[in-house]
């Protein structure tokens, strides 16, 4: 195992997936209302490791036939990165959170699978950046390591997807109290836009 690629393919996916887009926030609301929790955490993160893995060998093959095209998306995905870091660090600044309300109407233990099923896939595959982030981001990434290190890169962003998904849906419950202050969002949203920043400039290689 090359745990130097393994670290780099985990360090990315955390500052990408950490991102409180549609996709965790349905995954927090769910797990703060205890529903069907499982099935959403078991499906965001295998949705996850297909994207994740289709891209690092989808990308490895474009590298090799064209080389110039994909450094070219790269760095369209490392400007992604620096407006998403940019916007969070400004989110941070100047506050405009909604605050998460447990007590909201439309989820809870009484809801059924198969509707909650479709909404998870929904929000995986439907979302564009999803595929921007997971697919070519990341896919990109993984191509320029060593061809022997691909697939630790790749198990480390899969690792790293996948505590994200099962700590954010069963640890929901917990947060909830915190992140009805919009304080706890600057939090965020300050670490996450350092981060993005940091890995944006450290990818500019």
């Known amino acids: 195992m090359n745990w130097l690629s393994f670290s780099h393919g985990a360090a ?24 069907h929790v499982g099935k959403i955490v078991a499906l965001c993160a295998l949705s996850d490791f297909i994207l994740i893995g289709a891209g690092v060998g989808g990308a490895s093959v474009l590298v090799e036939r064209y080389p110039v095209f994909v450094h070219a998306m790269l760095y369209v995905g490392l400007a992604y990165l620096a407006w998403f870091g940019v916007n969070a660090l400004r989110r941070a600044v100047r506050p405009g ?36 982030d997971t697919f070519l981001l990341i896919g990109t990434a993984g191509a320029r390591e060593p061809a022997g290190a691909r697939v630790a890169f790749a198990l480390g962003a899969m690792a790293v997807s996948g505590v994200w998904f099962i700590g954010l849906g069963y640890g929901a419950r917990a947060l909830a109290p915190l992140f009805r202050r919009a304080s706890a969002w600057r939090v965020l949203d300050g670490a996450i ?3 993005v920043l940091l890995l944006a400039v450290t990818q500019l290689r």
């Open 12 to 35: 990315l996916c955390a500052s990408l997936i950490v991102t409180i887009g549609a996709q965790n926030a349905f995954v927090l609301r769910q797990g703060i209302m205890r529903s």
């Open 97 to 132: 959170h909604a605050v998460l309300d447990a007590n909201a109407s439309g989820a809870g233990p009484a809801q059924r699978a198969m509707p909650i099923i479709l909404m998870t896939l929904a929000f995986t595959w439907l979302n564009p950046h999803v595929y921007l």
């Open 193 to 195: 836009g350092s981060m």
